[in-house]
């Protein structure tokens, strides 16, 4: 597959990048530390607010049944309070866990090259062992205006809108090699899995879109069945096809 049309590269600037990773060349994108830093203490007040709120929800909810004052809509009120204050804790946990990425990153967060990619200054992951990938940037996606203020929480609080999914064998290797930090890097289901690798979470807005090109074409010079797309269905479906079990090698997978 060879589909970048999303980054809007013409001819020359796609020749440059492949001649640039023939001659040896390298592209890195230095860790943001100070946005990282930003979005985890957003997203650490968004966890303190949602505790509190689940708190007193359940301690509001156990009081009314207890002294029965309130009615059926009160207490159910209550439990949905609950709830959602359960759900953001949870939601916004896991956006957590993946800011923690940058924490345990060298300041190099991305280095490509023709024969692979270092990841956050201690992960290699050599072309030969990547099966494909599907990248992406959705910053630019219209939101609906009564989601416009949860959506804004959501981005300064480390919701990724730009990432790299790549299939790669043995994953599970590389994760258990990995500083714990970066775990979250890595989906492995059994034997099989791949990476996740955020961007925009993680580098400077300008950087996000000369990093998908970087990996998409390194990675097609290498044979790997790689593309860029904004097509959210082609995104969902590589995606799942990528961390799934792996079916067969990709053309020119023996290559490094």
Do not use: C
């Not at 099989?192 to 993680?202: A, E, F, K, S, V």
């Not at 074409?217 to 959210?232: C, K, P, S």
């Amino acid at each position: 597959m060879y589909e970048l049309s999303a980054l809007g590269l013409d001819d020359a600037q796609e020749r440059e990048w492949r001649d640039h990773f023939a001659r040896g060349g390298v592209f890195a994108a230095p860790l943001d530390r100070a946005a990282v830093r930003r979005r985890l203490r957003a997203n650490a007040a968004v966890l303190v607010v949602a505790t509190v709120v689940l708190l007193a929800a359940a301690v509001v909810f156990v009081v009314v049944l207890l002294q029965r004052v309130g009615g059926p809509v009160t207490v159910l009120l209550l439990a949905l309070l609950a709830l959602a204050a359960a759900v953001l804790l949870v939601r916004f946990g896991l956006l957590r866990r993946r800011l923690r990425i940058g924490r345990a990153s060298g300041d190099d967060y991305l280095v490509v090259s023709a024969e692979g990619l270092r990841l956050a200054g201690h992960a290699d992951v050599p072309w030969s062992a990547v099966i494909g990938g599907v990248g992406y940037d959705d910053r630019g996606a219209a939101v609906p205006l009564l989601r416009g203020p949860a959506a804004a929480v959501e981005r300064a609080s480390g919701r990724v809108q730009a990432e790299f999914v790549l299939g790669v064998r043995g994953v599970r290797g590389l994760r258990d090699a990995a500083p714990h930090d970066l775990r979250a890097l890595f989906e492995v289901i059994d034997d099989h899995g791949g990476i996740r690798l955020p961007l925009d979470t993680m580098v400077a807005p300008e950087t996000v879109r000369a990093a998908l090109a970087a990996i998409g074409i390194a990675g097609l010079g290498a044979g790997i069945d790689i593309e860029v797309t904004g097509d959210r269905s082609t995104i969902f479906t590589r995606t799942v096809a990528l961390l799934g079990a792996e079916k067969t090698a990709p053309p020119g997978a023996e290559r490094g």
